[in-house]
């Protein structure tokens, strides 16, 4: 596990209009983080904080 | 020449360093640093500044530490990891925890044959030194199966080659052959009583936390006069440790970008890459890697005015993921001024200050 301090999360759609990344701030830094991409340190820790609780993804603008 | 005569002269090779490929792990020598070379008030949470080398803090430990990548290091080897405890912490709450490790893929491990009835022994070495005599663990933890397995080691003010050698271990399963995480050696340097209230797991088994680190250790955060220094780190097949393989730097580096690409550093104005935009205020340029990306990667930038979109639509409001693969990547941009369907450069400003960062580490 990774600990990181994500304290913004929110998808943004790509050029064929799904969500194609999660733009997070990660420890004070800015992360475009691909979306549904297992096995990516962010990604992984994304889902890991959606699924306890602790983290919400914002729609896309 | 007798059979007996190539045996002596290929031991004779392995004993001067001539075979290759032994070591599995990346950047041991700590010649890369793709991040830059200093990073200070760190401890709140995890970071890497040495390519390859996760400094795990676990995020709850009040102690604060600076880390360089230093000049200094033992005879051969010229550059070091280095920390310096900047804020002690000597009232230590259960939870906390910080060390230092490389967490390696499952399909780079195999040939530990680990879980299996042919199982290796894992010999790991590495320099050391301090500001004073030390006492911590190097273990290496198996989350493919949650096993683990540790030993004390000792440091003094002088570079020191420890060298451990942990038994062949055929419990559990055979680690994924995948590019995810199996195998983290782990140089532990600070815990609580969740992880030093046992006694220290010394043969593989199950992983207990209490027994992770075990008592009898030193804390790093003990003291603000606390150093510790760590290259030619090493962990190979067998039971011995062999002379430290040393690779060239063009080998390390290319080695470390699987995992982390920085383009820094570049001449002014220099193209990242071409594209088209996909509307009034949005477009994405290729960007092919130098090496494949172990995943997907995450993208950043440390500072968007250092980069333009040109011709006219000046500097980005946003960079971002647009997709891609492990070979390129379409590294996407935001900015007013450009018209759907035209081509685009994105490209640094006249100035060498800019990064772009891509992230596939594990």
């Known amino acids: 596990m990774n600990d990181m301090n994500i304290t913004s999360a929110q998808y943004v759609v790509g050029p064929d209009g799904s969500n194609m990344s999660i733009t997070i701030v990660a420890d004070g830094q800015t992360w475009s983080v691909p979306n549904n991409s297992p096995g990516n340190r962010f990604y992984d820790e994304i889902m890991r904080q959606v699924e306890a609780g602790t983290l919400t993804i914002a729609d896309a603008d | 020449m007798s059979r007996?005569?190539?045996f002596a002269d290929l031991a004779g090779s392995a004993d001067a360093g001539g075979l290759t490929g032994r070591n599995v792990l990346v950047n041991g020598s700590m010649a890369v640093s793709q991040r830059g070379t200093s990073s200070t008030g760190q401890g709140a949470s995890d970071l890497f500044l040495v390519d390859r080398f996760h400094l795990n803090t676990n995020g709850n430990s009040a102690g604060r530490f600076t880390v360089t990548q230093e000049s200094d290091g033992p005879s051969g080897i010229p550059n070091s990891l280095k920390l310096a405890c900047t804020t002690a912490d000597t009232s230590i709450a259960a939870s906390e925890r910080f060390f230092i490790e490389q967490r390696l893929e499952g399909q780079d491990c195999q040939r530990f044959k680990k879980g299996t009835s042919d199982a290796e022994a894992i010999t790991v070495s590495f320099y050391v030194k301090g500001n004073a005599a030390a006492t911590y663990v190097v273990g290496i933890y198996d989350s493919d199966n949650s096993r683990q397995i540790g030993a004390q080691f000792s440091v003094t003010t002088s570079w020191n080659r420890v060298s451990v050698t942990f038994p062949a271990d055929t419990g559990g399963s055979a680690l994924d052959d995948d590019n995810l995480e199996s195998l983290s050696l782990r140089f532990y340097l600070h815990a609580g009583s969740t992880y030093t209230g046992g006694t220290l797991q010394t043969t593989w088994d199950t992983a207990v936390n209490s027994e992770q680190v075990g008592s009898g250790t030193t804390s790093f955060f003990d003291s603000t006069s606390r150093t510790f220094f760590l290259t030619g780190v090493q962990m190979e097949v067998g039971e011995r440790e062999t002379p430290f393989e040393h690779r060239s730097f063009a080998d390390e580096l290319a080695r470390c970008q699987r995992y982390f690409l920085a383009v820094a550093n570049q001449a002014t104005y220099a193209p990242v890459g071409v594209g088209r935009a996909w509307s009034g205020t949005t477009g994405n340029a290729a960007y092919?890697?130098?090496v494949e990306m172990r995943v997907n990667t995450a993208i950043s930038v440390n500072d968007l005015s250092k980069f333009d979109i040109v011709p006219s639509g000046g500097n980005p409001t946003e960079v971002?993921?647009?997709?891609?693969?492990k070979q390129s990547a379409k590294v996407g941009w935001?900015?007013?001024?450009?018209?759907n369907g035209n081509f685009y450069q994105f490209e640094f400003g006249?100035?060498?200050?800019g990064a772009l960062f891509f992230d596939a580490e594990l």
Do not use: E, L
Not at chain 2, 320 to 325: A, K, L, M, P, Q
Not at chain 2, 350 to 353: G, I, K
């Open chain 2, 4 to 6: 007996a005569r190539d």
């Open chain 2, 334 to 339: 935001v900015s007013s001024g450009v018209t």
């Open chain 2, 350 to 353: 006249n100035n060498q200050d």
């Open chain 2, 288 to 290: 092919y890697f130098p």
């Open chain 2, 320 to 325: 971002r993921n647009d997709g891609g693969n």
